[in-house]
């Protein structure tokens, strides 16, 4: 009788080792270090050691190469997620406040609803009519139309620069995150034109989803077992942009609204060329 029973658990055993080994068959090692990182906190800063400070705002093209690992995919493969899809994603499961682009500070005062989201990604539910093949006639259903979270093909940045004299160092720091929808017109009869839009969708506070980015990877295209986090890929400043706008006493104006064209990479240059300026200027030989 004993030796039934082992033999019963001896089986039992067997099956439980193979069940695991086939939940693991993509993987040889068990991926731990994003999965249970957190963010790496700021230092602390007194408002007595900021000498100086600016608002930037900047542009991430996610068609720039650098930046695909942003934009890639377009739908969720396996462990592997967009930047923007994460980001609806903490809004949906996580608590992550969304913020109206309405406020000309962007000092994420106005929050936005699921719904007003869904909106602005041409999403939520839609009537159509089908024939029931049980009963041959023509019956309305509604269906959840998917977010466009593949036409988000940038993403406006406002970052803050500060000298902090304490530490005698020129830092930055983002602020908030703005996913930019980039997509064609539609004509009356809902097919395509040739004139473009953009569109900002929301915007989300950085601190308040630096912890989920800070668990997420972003992929690697030289070495699946080297990836970061997508915290460190935006902490590290490994992202390839250009300069949108500086905090300014004209209504926090963009440069396209007083440039246009080449013109308008000129400016970026020079405000970025002032920066560099600032703080070479901040220091005495």
């Known amino acids: 009788m004993k030796r039934v029973v082992l033999i019963f658990v001896g089986i039992a055993l067997t099956a439980i080792v193979t069940m695991n080994a086939r939940a693991q068959v993509t993987e040889v090692y068990a991926r731990e270090h994003i999965a249970n990182k957190s963010p790496i906190p700021y230092s602390y800063l007194r408002e007595a050691d900021v000498f100086w400070a600016k608002d930037i705002y900047r542009m991430i093209d ?31 499961t996580e608590g992550i406040r969304a913020f109206s682009t309405d406020d000309r500070l962007n000092e994420f005062t106005i929050p936005l609803t699921r719904e007003q989201i869904d909106g602005v990604f041409d999403a939520g539910v839609d009537t159509i009519k089908a024939i029931d093949v049980s ?22 940045v406002k970052e803050k620069w500060f000298f902090d004299r304490n530490h005698s160092v020129m830092n930055v720091r983002i602020i908030g995150l703005c996913p930019i929808r980039v997509y064609n017109k539609l004509d009356d009869q809902g097919m395509p034109t040739d004139i473009v839009l953009r569109q900002q969708t929301f915007w989300v506070y950085f601190d308040e989803i630096r912890p989920l980015l800070s668990n997420h990877e972003i992929y690697n295209r030289n070495n699946d077992a080297q990836r970061i986090s997508f915290d460190d890929f935006l902490m590290q400043r490994r992202f390839n942009s250009y300069i949108w706008a500086e905090s300014n006493v004209y209504d926090n104006r963009w440069i396209n609204s007083y440039t246009v064209g080449v013109d308008c990479l000129l400016e970026a240059e020079r405000i970025k060329d002032w920066l560099f300026n600032i703080e070479h200027d901040l220091w005495e030989y």
């Open 135 to 156: 009963t041959n006639q023509l019956v309305e259903s509604v269906i959840n139309k998917p977010r466009k979270t593949d036409e988000v093909k940038q993403i406006l």
């Open 62 to 92: 996610l068609k720039q190469k650098q930046n695909h690992s942003l934009y890639y995919p377009t739908s969720p493969i396996g462990d592997r997620i967009s930047l923007v899809d994460l980001i609806l994603k903490g809004i949906d």
